[in-house]
């Protein structure tokens, strides 16, 4: 259904059918509009603070945007650190 970068996009997809939201980078309300209505919601997130704040605004699965970043040891390294996070490369 297209990029979403507002919560007018994520509604308009969820109102045609969508089951969750993935967005292209963090954004706040997007994320909480999202756990408000339970909705998963995955940010896409390029560094450890986004992760976490994505967390912490209520996204259940953060994904590692772009997903070359870092490559695999990065990955281990932040989710050895911080094992509360679900992080898709």
């Known amino acids: ?7 007018t996009d994520a509604e ?6 969508a089951e969750f939201i993935i967005t292209p980078v963090m954004l ?5 509009w999202c756990a408000a209505r ?6 896409g997130c ?3 603070t986004e ?6 605004h209520g996204a259940p699965l953060q994904k590692l945007f772009p997903g070359v ?7 281990k390294a932040v989710s050895s650190a911080l ?7």
């Open 83 to 89: 094992p509360f996070l679900s992080i898709n490369p």
């Open 28 to 32: 706040p309300d997007v994320i909480e």
């Open 38 to 43: 339970n909705i998963v919601c995955v940010p």
């Open 46 to 48: 390029q560094t450890p």
């Open 69 to 75: 970043a870092g490559g695999p040891n990065w990955v």
């Open 51 to 56: 992760l976490v704040n994505a967390y912490r």
């Open 12 to 17: 308009n997809v969820i109102d045609a059918g």
């Open 1 to 7: 259904c297209g990029t979403i970068l507002n919560t």
